[in-house]
């Protein structure tokens, strides 16, 4: 296996190009490196992409938009008080990722190109309507962070392809999102289920928008716009709260293994969706007072 760090964007994909396939980008390495431990076969090339500047920054814009770099790690995006303001969903599913040690290390790029239904981040990235910039040897192009993964542990992007940074949209007064999961032990574990919730509150406190998206009940994180629908117009009163928490429920598809049933899964969802809607919903109250 031949290690590359290149310090220039181009190059990624000309490295990329050239491995016809047995090429792989590693940012953190903090899923790969124990892929290979574990005898998942070796690359011929491996890119690391954490030299090179644009993938290791956060911007914000005139607009309130963000750019993430693919490989910025965990314990810099929670550093970065701006964009915790902005987007507390995001940035405190990618804090739940790991332990300090992790944090260092593990990306937002990497917790979606891994595509493990489980990933923490990225149920929040999709509720948030975050976009990500692919580069590729023929080019450039933009796609939706919810039409990234197309089955566990696989993306849509092809072998030369690697996702340049992810970015997070402008947001109207009164909106602010949460997520949250459950393990099975206090930390460093693998989510029974995940729940983010994406909203924007009018100036009587009715929801005007929402976004729903679950991780870990799925063979791919879903979105669920029957359960945004429940909440749409209303306050979030406690009979909207029981219906809604039934949708999600009904809306799973997960299996049984060793971390929950399918019975309790889709129970968790529901309750977590509902808890991260009323969290989403208090958090952009505050914020327009
Ligand atoms: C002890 C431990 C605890 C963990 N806890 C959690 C947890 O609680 N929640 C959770 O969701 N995950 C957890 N993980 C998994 C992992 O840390 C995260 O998924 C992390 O975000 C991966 O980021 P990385 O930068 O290390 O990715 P890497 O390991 O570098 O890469 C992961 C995959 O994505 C690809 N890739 C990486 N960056 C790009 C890019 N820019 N473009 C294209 N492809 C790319 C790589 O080729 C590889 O296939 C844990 C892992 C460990 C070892």
């Known amino acids: 296996m031949q290690y590359q760090a290149p310090t220039d ?3 990624v994909a000309a490295l990329l190009a050239s491995a016809d396939g047995k090429g792989r980008v590693m940012a953190g390495g903090t899923d790969l490196l124990a892929r290979f431990a574990a005898g998942m076969p070796k690359p011929d090339v491996l890119v690391d992409i954490k030299h090179i500047a644009e993938l ?35 940035t405190e599913a990618m804090d739940l990722i790991g332990s300090v040690q992790i944090q260092g290390r593990a990306s937002l790029g990497g917790n979606l190109c ?3 239904p489980a990933a923490d ?28 993964i197309c089955s566990p542990g696989k993306t849509c992007l092809d072998s030369d392809e690697f996702v340049v940074s992810l970015y997070l949209p402008p947001r109207p007064p009164r909106s602010a999102d949460a997520y949250l999961r459950l393990i099975p032990r206090s930390e460093m574990d693998i989510a029974v289920a995940g729940a983010a919730v994406n909203l924007t509150l009018d100036s009587a ?8 998206a679950l991780g870990a009940v799925s063979p791919v994180p879903l979105l669920v716009p029957r ?59 505050r914020e327009g007072l």
């Open 205 to 212: 406190d009715v929801v005007v928008a929402a976004t729903i």
């Open 227 to 285: 359960a945004a629908d429940v909440i749409l117009g209303s306050k979030l009163e406690a009979d909207v709260m029981t219906r809604f928490k039934s949708v999600v429920s009904a809306s799973c598809r997960p299996i049984n293994d060793k971390r929950g049933t399918i019975d309790y899964r889709n129970h968790v969802a529901g309750v977590l969706a509902a808890r991260a809607a009323l969290i989403a919903g208090k958090r952009a109250a």
């Open 121 to 148: 981040a990225v149920p929040a990235l999709i509720a948030a309507g975050a976009i990500c910039r692919i580069l590729g040897s023929q080019g450039e192009r933009q796609v939706s962070v919810a039409d990234i």
């Open 114 to 116: 891994n595509a493990s």
């Open 9 to 11: 964007l181009a190059d």
């Open 56 to 90: 290791m920054d956060i911007e914000q814009a005139s607009d309130g938009s963000f750019t993430v770099g693919a490989a910025v790690c965990g314990a810099a995006i929670s550093e970065h008080a701006a964009l915790c303001s902005a987007w507390p969903g995001v």
